[in-house]
């Protein structure tokens, strides 16, 4: 199955005099096409869980591109972003990228450009989520170890052997052994090496 199979392309603000024709071609070559009139109502449909981009059209409304940008890093929309507008300055695009948005397509553009920057952009997208659900994944595994196991897991982190953390908690080695084995089973690695590089991925995951 084609990324273009499983992802949208929302057209925002789009219309007759600017991006129609593009969006048009798009729909020619296969790509589901959602048009939409208003930010708000982009928040709405945009569905997080799949990949896809974000056209957002513009010829004098400068301010929605920003509002666009702006809602997708507060809510972590993994879409990305794409200004199509004619007669876009220097200045301007590297702005729009600084801010957020992957590329900025300049009207009248040839159709090669326009079907790569889709890909590109929808790529991405696919990468950020499969990387999301991979964070979620790893998240699920150290959320289901015990208090006991999670004791184990810090005192690894600090460097602690099996004698000194029996002591530490009060236990026999064979107690922290077993726990270890768990610890290592609920994380799904085999080395020690392996679990702490697990642990650093997930200690850089934003909980909130």
């Known amino acids: 199955m084609e990324a273009k199979d499983i992802a949208t392309v ?5 219309s007759d005099d600017i991006g129609s024709a593009e969006i048009k071609f798009l729909e020619e ?7 939409l009139s208003t930010v708000e ?30 809602e997708f890093k ?4 993994p879409q990305e972003i794409v200004l199509v507008a004619e007669h876009v300055g220097i200045k301007q695009a590297v702005e729009v990228v600084r801010e957020g948005a992957y590329a900025v397509v300049e009207l009248p553009c040839s159709k090669i450009i326009l079907l790569n920057t889709v890909q590109d952009t929808i790529a991405k997208s ?13 998240t699920r595994k ?7 196991e999670f004791e184990v897991l810090e005192a690894l982190v600090k460097g602690e ?48």
């Not at 070559?29 to 048009?35: D, K, L, V, W």
């Not at 150290?142 to 006991?148: A, Y």
């Not at 009060?170 to 084995?181: E, L, N, Y």
């Not at 994380?187 to 934003?206: H, P």
């Open 41 to 70: 109502s982009l928040l709405r449909e945009i569905n997080v869980e799949e990949p896809g981009c974000v056209f957002v059209c513009t010829k004098q409304n400068e301010v929605l591109i920003y509002q666009l940008i702006r």
């Open 126 to 138: 696919a990468r950020k989520l499969a990387k999301r659900i991979e964070l979620l994944e790893l």
């Open 142 to 148: 150290f959320q289901s170890l015990t208090d006991d």
């Open 29 to 35: 070559q296969g790509y589901q096409i959602q048009m």
């Open 10 to 14: 929302y057209a925002i603000n789009c």
């Open 161 to 208: 052997g099996n004698k000194q953390m029996a002591h530490l908690f009060d236990v026999s080695s064979r107690t922290i052994d077993r726990r270890k084995r768990a610890l290592f089973d609920k994380i799904n690695v085999d080395s020690l090496a392996d679990l702490l590089l697990s642990y650093i991925r997930w200690s850089q995951v934003d909980k909130t």
């Open 74 to 77: 507060k809510r972590k929309i």
